[in-house]
């Protein structure tokens, strides 16, 4: 079978599976990868090591906070200055190790436990991000409306009945979901984007041979056309 006729039935089996598409649904015995662009793989890696970062400096964070607690004898809650303070020294650290160059979108869980994600999130990272509000969304669902009559606070936000160290405990659980679904993001990209990347290589090189074929061909015509021209 002759190279050109080989890369048109490829072709042919390609276009009759539904084409290439541009950010490869290339199926490699699982599911396809969230996306296969190099800036979706720099976000999942960016984004894995925030939230080892952050899931690192919950640990320490944790056994600072519960001596501290010790100490006193008596549950420190949560307020605004100490939910601050702790936001403020993850947030640090994940600012630490993220690639500048990658995108990062927020996602908060209110206090009627209503998720809100960015809508320009991608699919890489909408998921991730999904899965570390569910973890909030969970805990508020458990907690939220306990909070007796004259608690007026408790009314309005049920983090303010909340120790500041479960509410820690609660982020690091969210972080550790998080990486859970970024690392199963990562390896879909690692599995299905390199398959198609290796098709994409060969499909490459038989476009070459058949374009180099043709003009092959297309010399040989013209080399016969002048040799019959100079029989005249
Ligand atoms: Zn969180």
Redesign the pocket.
């Known amino acids: 079978m002759s190279t050109m006729r080989w890369f048109l039935m490829m072709l042919w089996g390609v276009l009759a599976l539904g084409g290439l598409p541009p950010d490869s649904r290339a199926q490699g015995g699982g599911q396809a990868a969230c996306g296969c662009s190099e800036q979706d793989k720099r976000d999942l890696e960016s984004r894995i090591a925030q939230v080892k970062a952050a899931i690192k400096e919950y640990q320490a964070l944790i056994s600072e906070w519960e001596k501290k607690e010790k100490g006193t004898g008596e549950p420190l809650l949560l307020n605004p200055t100490h939910r601050g303070s702790v936001q403020g020294s993850v947030g640090f650290r994940m600012s630490g190790t993220g690639d500048p160059e990658a995108r990062r979108f927020g996602a908060v869980t209110d206090a009627n436990c209503h998720i809100t994600i960015d809508p320009n999130a991608t699919a890489c990272l909408r998921k991730a991000l999904e899965a ?2 569910t973890v ?1 969304k969970k805990a508020c669902e458990a907690n939220s409306g306990k909070a007796g009559l004259f608690d007026v606070a408790g009314h309005i936000d049920w983090r303010f009945n909340q120790r500041v160290v479960d509410y820690m405990k609660e ?1 690091q659980a ?2 550790q979901k998080e990486l859970e679904t970024l690392t199963e993001e990562r390896n879909k990209q690692e599995k299905n984007c390199k398959k198609l990347l290796k098709l994409d290589v060969s499909m490459q090189r038989q476009l070459q041979q058949s374009f180099a074929q043709r003009e092959r061909l297309q010399n040989a015509n013209t080399r016969l056309e002048n040799y019959g021209k100079s029989l005249h």
């Open positions: 570390h509000e909030h982020e969210g972080y």
